[in-house]
C-alpha cells in the first residue's frame, strides 16, 4: 500500500489541472493532518455508491472521484447490459452538485451510454421514479442527503428505481476499483466514437411524478372538510420546495406557509448548522413560524427531498418535534385502518416492511391488523429490495425507517417526502374528523399497543484514528458483549455480521436484547464517521430505560 503522501505528490503531476496541483500543494505546506485525510484512502464506492467531504485528495468528493466512479459505472453497464443502456441522473442544491451531476453524463455519453439529466434540481425520489418511466438501466443521484455542507455524495440506482443491492452492488464496485488513473476516464469525446445523447427532463416528468404519487391518498373527503388546515413547510434550502407545496396542494390543502428564508436553495445552508430535520435546531425557523400563524402542523424535508420531518401540537398546545419512529407507528396505523375500511386487506397480499432499528411498535401494529410485517437491515434500498421480490405475488402498502425515511406505494422504490408530507397532512385531516391531533392519534395507538420509546445517540469519531476507534468498539462488543442491560440480565445477540444466522446480507450491525424486552443496536454509520446507538424500551417505564441504556453504552 503506497504511503499517503507518495500519492499526493502523484497528484502534483499525472492528469490533473493546475488548481488543483495547487490545493495539493497547499496542504502539503500547511496542514499536514488535513493532507493525510486528504489521501490516507480512497474514498469508498460503497454499496450504495460515494459520500464524503469536498475538496481534492483521493478520499474527497471531487472531479476526479467522481468521474472515476462514473466510469467504472459505465463499464460495468457496458460489460453486463444488453440493448439499449441508458441512465437518469438529478440533483440537489449541494455545493457542486450540478458540476458533479454534468461530468457524470458527459463520461457516461463520452461511453456511448444516453443520459436522460434533469434540467434543474430534483429530489431523489422522482430520480427513482424517472428510471421506470423512462425504463432505463440505471440512475445517479448527487447528493449527499441531510449531511452538513462540506459532503456531497452520489447514489446509484438500477433498473428497478431501487439503489443497488446484491449482486450488481459488489460488480460495480469492483468495476469501479480497478480505475486508479484520471487518464482511464472519459472526460472527454473519444477520437472516432460517437457520443450518445444527453436528454433533459423537466416539467413532463414532474407531472407525470405528481399525478402518480397523488393518486395514492385514501381520504379526500377529510381533505376536502380541512382545506384550510395551517401546514407550515419548510425545504431546509433544498429541492423539496420544487414539489412539495405543490403535491400538498393537488390533494386538496390550501393553506401551505413558508419560511422565505429557508425556501432559497444554497447549498452553504445558511440558516441551519446542518439541513437535518431530525435535528430540533434545523427545525426552530419553521416551529417558530407555526407559532406566529397558529399552525398545527410542520413538514421538513432534507436537501434532496427524500426525508421528512415534522412537528405536531400536543396537548399543551406546544410544538413537538416527533421522531421517526412515532410519525410512521400513527401513520401505518392511519393506512391500515383506511385500508382495512376501504376492503384492501381482504386478498391477504398487503405487507409492510421496517428496518430492523425502527420500532418494533410498527410490527405489533401489523400484527393486529393480519398483515405481514418484513424486517429489513437499515437502509432504504433493501425496503425497495423486497418490494422488487414480491412484484406480482403481494402488495406493498407502506414501509419505514426510524431515521425520517418512509414510503407508499410503488411508484417510486426509496424513500419519498413528498410521499409521506401529503399522507401526514391528510392523517391529520383525517383525525381531526374523529375529533383528535395527530398527538392525541399518536396517543392512542399507545394506550392500544404500549407505550414504546426509542432514541438514536451517535457518537462522532474523525479521521483515520476514529475509523480505526469506531472498528475497535464493534470488535470489543463482539468480543465481551454485556451480561445486562438496563439491569435486566442479557437474553440474545443478533450479530449481522452472520448472515448464515439472520438469512439477511451481510452487515456490521450488533443488537442486544434483555429478558425485559428492551434492545440496543449498534452498528458504524455508512455515510458519516459516526457510530450509531439505537435504544428501545417498551412500558410505562420506558422513559427511564432509555436513559439507563445511554448512560450504560454512552460514556
Known amino acids: 500500500m503506497k504511503d499517503y503522501k507518495d500519492v499526493a505528490k502523484s497528484w502534483l503531476e499525472g492528469s490533473f489541472d493546475e488548481q488543483t496541483k495547487a490545493e495539493v500543494k497547499h496542504l502539503m505546506e500547511t496542514d499536514p493532518v488535513g493532507l ?37 459505472l459505465a463499464n460495468y453497464i457496458k460489460q453486463h447490459v444488453k440493448g439499449e443502456k441508458s441512465v437518469c441522473i438529478s440533483y440537489d442544491a449541494r455545493n457542486n452538485s450540478e458540476l458533479f451531476a454534468q461530468i457524470s453524463a458527459d463520461v457516461l455519453s463520452n461511453n456511448g451510454i444516453k443520459v436522460y439529466l434533469f434540467e434543474g434540481l430534483r429530489p431523489t425520489p422522482e430520480l427513482s421514479y424517472s428510471i421506470r418511466v423512462k425504463k432505463a438501466t440505471a440512475g445517479i443521484m448527487v447528493t449527499a442527503s441531510h449531511n452538513p455542507k462540506e459532503y456531497n455524495g452520489y447514489k446509484v440506482f438500477w433498473e428497478d428505481g431501487g439503489q443497488i443491492t446484491a449482486p450488481v452492488d459488489k460488480d460495480i464496485v469492483a468495476e469501479v476499483a480497478k480505475i486508479e488513473d484520471p487518464a482511464d476516464v472519459r472526460f472527454n469525446p473519444v477520437p472516432g466514437e460517437p457520443k450518445a445523447p444527453i436528454e433533459m427532463m423537466g416539467k413532463e416528468m414532474d407531472e407525470c411524478y405528481l399525478r402518480d404519487i397523488t393518486s395514492l391518498t385514501l381520504t379526500p373527503e377529510a381533505v376536502k372538510k380541512h382545506a384550510d388546515m395551517k401546514i407550515v413547510y419548510t425545504p431546509l434550502h433544498g429541492c423539496g420546495v420544487k414539489l412539495m407545496p405543490e403535491a400538498l396542494r393537488r390533494v386538496g390543502f390550501k393553506n401551505i406557509i413558508h419560511v422565505p428564508e429557508q425556501d432559497i436553495n444554497d447549498g452553504n445552508f445558511p440558516t441551519v448548522v446542518s439541513p437535518n430535520p431530525e435535528e430540533p435546531a434545523a427545525m426552530a425557523m419553521a416551529l417558530k413560524k407555526a407559532d406566529e400563524t397558529g399552525a398545527d402542523l410542520v413538514l421538513a424535508t432534507d436537501p434532496d427531498a427524500d426525508r421528512l420531518g415534522i412537528a405536531v401540537r400536543n396537548d399543551e398546545g406546544k410544538m413537538v418535534q416527533l421522531t421517526g ?62 418490494v422488487k421480490r414480491n412484484e406480482g405475488k403481494g402488495v406493498f402498502i407502506c414501509g419505514g425507517e426510524e431515521s425520517y425515511g418512509f414510503n407508499l406505494g410503488e411508484f417510486v422504490r426509496d424513500k419519498c417526502a413528498q410521499v409521506a408530507g401529503i399522507m401526514v397532512a391528510e392523517c391529520a385531516a383525517w383525525a381531526a374528523e374523529q375529533g383528535m391531533t395527530l398527538w392525541q392519534l399518536l396517543q392512542k395507538v ?21 475509523a480505526e476507534e469506531i472498528q475497535k468498539i464493534m470488535a470489543d462488543y463482539r468480543a465481551t458483549p454485556p451480561a445486562q442491560i438496563a439491569g435486566s440480565p442479557l437474553a440474545k445477540v443478533i450479530d449481522y455480521n452472520k448472515p448464515e444466522e439472520t438469512g439477511l446480507p451481510k452487515s456490521n450491525v450488533l443488537q442486544f436484547f434483555n429478558q425485559a424486552g428492551d434492545v440496543v443496536s449498534v452498528r458504524p454509520s455508512g455515510t458519516e464517521p459516526k457510530i450509531k446507538f439505537y435504544f428501545g424500551a417498551k412500558g410505562d417505564d420506558a422513559p427511564a430505560k432509555i436513559e439507563a441504556l445511554k448512560a450504560q453504552f454512552i460514556s
Open 36 to 72: 493525510e485525510d486528504a489521501f490516507y484512502r480512497n474514498l469508498e464506492f460503497g454499496t450504495g455508491g460515494l459520500r464524503g467531504t469536498m475538496g481534492v485528495g483521493t478520499n474527497r468528493m471531487n472531479k476526479y472521484t467522481v468521474g472515476m466512479a462514473t466510469q467504472g
Open 325 to 386: 419512529n412515532q410519525t410512521w407507528s400513527f401513520l401505518t396505523y392511519y393506512i391500515l385502518t383506511r385500508w382495512k375500511e376501504l376492503g384492501k386487506l381482504a386478498d391477504g397480499k398487503g405487507y409492510v416492511v421496517k428496518t430492523i432499528v425502527t420500532s418494533e411498535l410498527i410490527a405489533a401494529i401489523c400484527e393486529s391488523f393480519g398483515v405481514k410485517c418484513y424486517n429489513v437491515l437499515t437502509g432504504f434500498k433493501y425496503i425497495a429490495e423486497v
Open 446 to 466: 399507545y394506550k392500544e399497543y404500549g407505550l414504546y420509546v426509542e432514541k438514536m445517540v451517535y457518537i462522532v469519531r474523525k479521521g483515520k484514528s476514529g
